[in-house]
Nanobody
Framework: QVQLVESGGGLVQPGGSLRLSCVVAGFTLNKYAIGWFRQAPGKERERVACISQIDGDIDYLPSVKGRFTISADNVKNTVYLQMNNLKSEDTAVYYC?????????????????WGQGTQVTVSS
């Protein structure tokens, strides 16, 4: 069964850090891109970062570039999102999703299996 499970969310003060984990099962991690998305209340879902081990490509939302880092561990079947210097506008539910097999995916419709999400709240 294809499955993605996120963890690592929580409450953090502005300027703080969190590391989200996405454990995958039921498919070979390095044969698919994996994307991290987020959705804040009243806003559309947006793609935060994506990693493709097929072609070695990584892509970030401009507002998180330099603060967030996406990485993959094929032994642990896990994709991480390290988030540093968090801001209040990063508050959202974060989802990981399985993307294309030919490179990074830029849109939600390119991702076919989604995790349940993990809440990140940045507040003092």
């Amino acid at each position: 069964q294809v499955q993605l499970v996120e963890s690592g969310g929580g409450l953090v003060q502005p300027g703080g850090s969190l590391r989200l984990s996405c454990v995958v099962a039921g498919f070979t991690l390095n044969k698919y891109a994996i994307g991290w998305f987020r959705q804040a209340p009243g806003k559309e879902r947006e793609r935060v970062a994506c990693i493709s081990q097929i072609d070695g490509d990584i892509d970030y939302l401009p507002s998180v570039k330099g603060r967030f880092t996406i990485s993959a561990d094929n032994v642990k079947n896990t994709v991480y999102l390290q988030m540093n210097n968090l801001k209040s506008e990063d508050t959202a539910v974060y989802y990981c999703a399985r993307g294309p097999q030919d490179g990074v995916g830029y849109f939600a419709y390119e991702h076919d299996v989604w995790g349940q999400g993990t809440q990140v709240t940045v507040s003092s």
